[in-house]
T-cell receptor, first 113, second 113 residues
Framework: GENVEQHPSTLSVQEGDSAVIKCTYS??????FPWYKQELGKRPQLIID?????GEKKDQRIAVTLNKTAKHFSLHITETQPEDSAVYFC????????????FGQGTELSVKP | DAGITQSPRHKVTETGTPVTLRCHQT?????MYWYRQDPGHGLRLIHY???????DKGEVSDGYSVSRSKTEDFLLTLESATSSQTSVYFC????????????FGDGTRLSIL
């Protein structure tokens, strides 16, 4: 079945710097890749997603890139702010499997003022 | 935010007792999912539903059963709770189309002593 690996598990940056989180997936049939942000004690919230027919997507300070050949996708956060501190999860969904998501293990991002 | 209500929000119970968690949605979405979240494992799919009375297993379904008798309600049952089922449980919903985002409820923190 599908497997999603996420790196790094923890990431510490200075305010204003960029942060990059990378995920790899195993099933080439995966075609939808969302990213979620989860603050402590809260629910995961969708921040951006990308579909397999697109190579890059941006939303203000957040961007996601997808390399289907290498089977990896990345989250890029520019001009980081303390409120970006949270755990970020990537996920992959396989076509024709009811929209099931397989999640990575999570990255704890800490943005230091 | 998507109209998803999980109940109860917190529960403490003893090993061997039955437990039922409820997920209620007001969005009339077709797909509903149950995940568990444990440190180091991210979010893992337990069961999901693609319509009334239509359910299927996820990655970690052993020891769990589900039922969906109405579009708006998806129940997760632990027939005989074990300490290994201590976790935070999240319900999620998504629309009736492929590759649509999943939106999560606020979670249920379940402790089994």
């Amino acid at each position: 079945g599908e497997n999603v690996e996420q790196h790094p598990s923890t990431l510490s940056v200075q305010e204003g710097d960029s942060a990059v989180i990378k995920c790899t997936y195993s099933d080439s049939a995966s075609n939808y890749f969302p990213w979620y942000k989860q603050e402590l004690g809260k629910r995961p919230q969708l921040i951006i997603d990308i579909r397999s027919n697109v190579g890059e997507k941006k939303d203000q300070r957040i961007a996601v890139t997808l390399n289907k050949t290498a089977k990896h996708f990345s989250l890029h956060i520019t001009e980081t702010q303390p409120e970006d501190s949270a755990v970020y999860f990537c996920a992959a969904s396989i076509r024709n499997q009811g929209g099931k998501l397989i999640f990575g293990q999570g990255t704890e991002l800490s943005v230091k003022p | 935010d998507a109209g998803i209500t999980q109940s109860p929000r917190h529960k403490v119970t003893e090993t061997g007792t039955p437990v039922t968690l409820r997920c209620h949605q007001t969005e009339n979405h077709r797909y509903m999912y149950w995940y568990r979240q444990d440190p180091g494992h991210g979010l893992r799919l337990i069961h999901y539903s693609y319509g009334v009375k239509d359910t299927d297993k996820g990655e970690v379904s052993d020891g769990y059963s589900v039922s969906r008798s109405k579009t708006e309600d998806f129940l997760l049952t632990l027939e005989s709770a074990t300490s290994s089922q201590t976790s935070v449980y999240f319900c999620a919903i998504s629309e009736d189309r492929i590759n649509q985002p999943q939106h999560f409820g606020d979670g249920t923190r379940l402790s089994i002593l």
